[in-house]
């Protein structure tokens, strides 16, 4: 028997929790968000760390106005990067005002309960029943590392999710894999914190992204297309803002889409701090890797053929993120075995409802299914619309009753 009840228990507090919670407290609903707002964030982000996305494109989803980042910060302006510190306290300021009440505890099992509905148990020991679960668990539990690296010890190879703190690589021979953004400020962050990185990526040569121009003429605008939360041109346009059509291309096409928009680049703010301090390897791919008393040994091959050993002190890889369904423990393993899935990545209704009814998914395990902006704190206003009117068509609402009867539900068939 469950020790309370709750119409919808939102698992997470990142930007797609607490976005799709103040959607669903609007509709009336009663709602249990699950986590300390920003935490992954706080956490698990490098300190110094900027955001990559634009301010215009940083803000949470709301049903009222003037809860944006640029309400916030209005004067953030259009390449300006945004500090980590001031997006998590923005993030928190958020929860605070458009949904009090989020519960600094975890989820820890989510399997079927009575009826239709789910019990879902927290770090606690309480049990809640209820009728729908949004996992809305962010990038952490998806943490790629590549197969050359897996299966090694983790005070010899890391995430670069796994560290807030990169001053006890300081002095130490550090090498970062891959090319993108993380990478490339994982590795600034190292030099400024007194480690040694060696940054070491596939790709030929390492990309910038070009300076953003505030104001364009006609002509550019007309040649380039129009800017959206993730960049300029047309069709990324649609992608960013209009994920639900992209959930209509074929998978092979989908699957395209998410690995080749924002391919691996850095910041353009971030190229002059990406100096002598920090030694770069293109090209080359890593063949094997020996333990050894102090470290490692990584053997690396470049297009040539020609191998390379680099002795370093630690690894961290730089190397994303990819979701899979049967990472999330916190749901009971005949549920997982029950989700329908695409390559580990749930497959999603048009509402973000999963195989299961009532089990919905937001953020990047929606990914293949809506597209790259939900890699994305962009995405998470379309998700949380999505899911909060679907959820609130299903769900019984209550109305007042004539004299002093107690209210009564009913479903609510619109």
């Known amino acids: 028997m469950s020790d309370s009840a709750s119409d919808v228990v939102i698992a997470g507090a990142g930007p797609y929790g607490l976005s799709t919670a103040a959607h669903l407290q609007n509709l009336g609903l009663g709602v249990r968000i699950i986590g300390q707002p920003m935490r992954f964030w706080a956490e698990n982000m490098p300190a110094g760390m900027y955001l ?18 640029t309400d916030r910060h209005p004067d953030w302006r259009l390449g300006q990067p945004i500090p980590l510190d001031t997006f998590v306290a923005y993030g928190r300021w958020f929860a605070a005002v458009a949904i009090p009440g989020t519960e600094n505890t975890e989820v ?19 049990t809640i029943a209820a009728r729908t679960v949004v996992a809305a668990v962010g990038v952490g539990p998806f943490a790629h590392i590549p197969d050359e690296l897996a299966g090694l010890p983790s005070w010899l190879v890391s995430h670069s999710s796994a560290h807030h703190e990169l001053g006890l690589f300081a002095g130490k021979e550090v090498a970062v894999v891959g090319a993108g953004q993380s990478a490339l400020e994982t590795a600034v962050l190292l030099a400024d914190a007194g480690a040694r990185p060696h940054v070491i990526a596939r790709r030929a040569e390492l990309d910038w992204n070009t300076v953003p121009e505030a104001r364009r003429s006609l002509w550019k605008l007309a040649r380039g297309g129009p800017r959206s939360g993730l960049g300029t041109g047309y069709r990324t346009w649609l992608w960013a803002e209009q994920p639900g059509l992209v959930r209509h291309l074929p998978e ?9 928009t924002l391919p691996p680049a850095g910041s353009w703010w971030l190229r002059d701090r990406l100096d002598d301090r920090i030694r770069v390897s293109t090209g080359r791919r890593i063949a094997k890797v020996v333990e050894e008393e102090d470290g490692l040994a990584l053997t690396t091959v470049d297009r040539t053929g020609r191998r390379l050993v680099t002795e370093v002190e630690h690894v961290i890889a730089a190397t994303g993120f990819v979701p899979d369904v ?22 999603l209704s048009r509402d973000f409802e999963s195989s299961l009814q009532g089990l919905y998914f937001a953020g990047l395990a929606a990914a293949p299914t809506f597209g790259p902006v939900m890699r994305f704190v962009h995405g998470a206003d379309f998700a949380a619309r999505r899911i909060a009117h679907h959820i609130i068509r299903r769900t019984p609402r209550r109305r007042p009753s004539a004299g002093r009867h107690a209210a009564v539900l009913e479903p609510d068939v619109r």
């Open 52 to 69: 990559k996305s634009e301010p215009f494109a940083s803000s949470l989803g709301a049903p009222h106005r003037g809860m944006r980042f």
């Open 108 to 126: 820890v099992n989510v399997e079927r309960g009575g009826g239709a509905g789910y019990t879902v148990t927290l770090s606690t020991g309480e």
């Open 252 to 260: 092979a096409t989908r699957d395209r889409l998410v690995r080749e």
């Open 326 to 347: 049967a990472r999330l423990t916190m749901i009971s393993p005949e549920l997982r075995a029950r989700v329908t899935t695409r390559h580990g990545a749930p497959v």
